[in-house]
């Protein structure tokens, strides 16, 4: 199946293709009210760790290291996808964030992570339950 998650800045106006809008950042965007942003939700559980943000953010860390970390505390925490994994199958999702610069942010990594998510979970939901011999009827046996 195929999903349709798209990245946009949370100071781009909302409209009406954007499906579910789910702000995916720990701090709130600076000058914005809630009712101005046509939020579905605000989801931080899967955003960066706060230490992790701000190594990022100072310089500290380069991209790569950042990029990998994140993935490890997104793989250790593998139910913090499940509420944005919901949004995805419903239709449109729109991850928003405040960075100036989506691709150097954690939004496209957390992208991935989702669909990565949802395929494991869609290839799971195609195999059987159980092996055909465990398919017979009780009765049969008797």
């Given at each position: 199946?195929?999903?349709?998650?798209?990245?946009k800045r949370i100071y781009r106006p909302a409209a009406s293709e954007d499906g579910a809008r789910v702000l995916v950042d720990r701090l709130w965007p600076r000058g914005k009210r809630r009712e101005s942003l046509a939020l579905t939700d605000w989801y931080r559980d899967a955003s960066p760790s706060p230490?992790?943000?701000?190594?990022?953010?100072?310089?500290?860390?380069?991209?790569a290291?950042?990029?990998a970390r994140y993935r490890g505390e997104l793989r250790d925490d593998p139910?913090?996808?499940?509420?944005?994994?919901?949004?995805?199958?419903?239709?449109?999702?729109?991850?928003?964030?405040?960075a100036r610069e989506l691709d150097d942010s954690h939004l496209p990594l957390l992208r991935e992570a989702l669909l990565a998510a949802l395929h494991a979970e869609?290839?799971?939901?195609?195999e059987p339950a159980s092996s055909p011999?465990?398919?017979?009827?009780?009765?049969?046996e008797m």
């Open positions: 199946m195929s999903y349709d998650i798209v990245l230490a992790l943000r701000r190594q990022y953010h100072r310089q500290e860390i380069s991209f290291v950042f990029a139910d913090s996808l499940l509420p944005l994994m919901r949004h995805a199958r419903q239709g449109r999702l729109t991850l928003l964030s405040a869609d290839t799971a939901d195609r011999c465990f398919g017979r009827r009780l009765d049969e």
